[in-house]
């Protein structure tokens, strides 16, 4: 069974940071590329950030693009989003997510696996 557990999700204030982890079981990071949706009350998911299967590349979104860092760490099989400069429109619950063969493809047509989510809440 595969399950993907997303944790680091809580409140912070403008400006400041936060960090998710993504763990998966069930399946291994190293065959897919991951990354980060999140879906703010009232609008549509939308991606954020995802890394390849090797660590080696990443893709992101223009909205989080110099302030979110992807990264994965392939003992652990494990995938983290450093969240910095964080603002109040980053309000949402973050999706993890796994299943395609790329960042950029990821980004267009998310993988077939998700994990539950966890909230972030920025306030301003």
């Known amino acids: 069974q595969v399950r993907l557990t997303e944790t680091g999700g809580g409140s912070v204030q403008a400006g400041g940071s936060l960090s998710l982890s993504c763990q998966a079981s069930?399946?291994?990071?190293?065959?897919?590329?991951t990354g980060w949706f999140r879906q703010a009350p009232g609008k549509e998911r939308e991606f954020v950030a995802a890394?390849?299967?090797?660590?080696?590349?990443?893709y992101y979104s223009d909205s989080v693009k110099g302030r979110f860092t992807i990264s994965k760490n392939v003992a652990e099989n494990s995938v983290h989003l450093q969240m910095n400069m964080l603002k109040s429109e980053d309000t949402a619950v973050y999706y993890c997510?796994?299943?395609?063969?790329?960042?950029?493809?990821?980004?267009?047509?998310?993988?077939?696996?998700w994990g539950q989510g966890t909230q972030v809440t920025v306030s301003s």
């Open positions: 890394v390849s299967w090797r660590g080696d590349s990443t």
């Open positions: 069930g399946v291994t990071f190293n065959d897919y590329a």
């Open positions: 997510n796994a299943g395609s063969p790329t960042p950029i493809r990821l980004a267009r047509t998310p993988g077939v696996y």
